[in-house]
């Protein structure tokens, strides 16, 4: 033995550890959460308006008091975070954000209304 090395036993690293400590029933629990948080973080805040089906353009892109009326009417309303108000401004729809986060309520109505026919301006 006096010529002979031992070999050096290696120090598992901190993830092989954690693998080893938690053991395979962990592993699978620790996986099925990584899953569902993954899913959770790319549905949040999809649908603001959930249920909401806007009118075919056609039926507003000439009438702009029409856009109004269903902003105020239909859109507002599910919105009451924001205190909104529209009013029609030449050949724009001006929405008025009286409250809240102006670039969330933009994107709110944004994602149901054409971009072209709104403008929007904090209150």
Do not use: W
């Not at 629990?29 to 805040?45: K, P, Q, S, T």
């Not at 902003?71 to 001006?94: I, N, S, W």
């Amino acid at each position: 033995m006096d010529g002979e090395k031992r070999p050096i036993e290696e120090k598992p690293t901190a993830g092989q550890a954690f693998v080893k400590s938690i053991r395979p029933a962990g592993c699978a629990l620790f996986l099925i959460m990584a899953v569902l948080m993954v899913a959770l973080c790319l549905n949040v805040g999809r649908d603001p308006l959930h249920g909401y089906h806007p009118p075919e353009r056609a039926s507003y892109e000439n009438d702009l008091s029409q856009l109004v009326t269903v902003l105020e009417e239909q859109v507002f309303p599910k919105l009451p975070q924001y205190d909104m108000t529209a009013a029609v401004t030449g050949d724009t729809v001006t929405v008025t954000v009286g409250q809240g986060n102006l670039q969330a309520a933009e994107s709110a109505i944004l994602r149901y209304f054409p971009e072209d026919l709104i403008t929007f301006e904090r209150g």
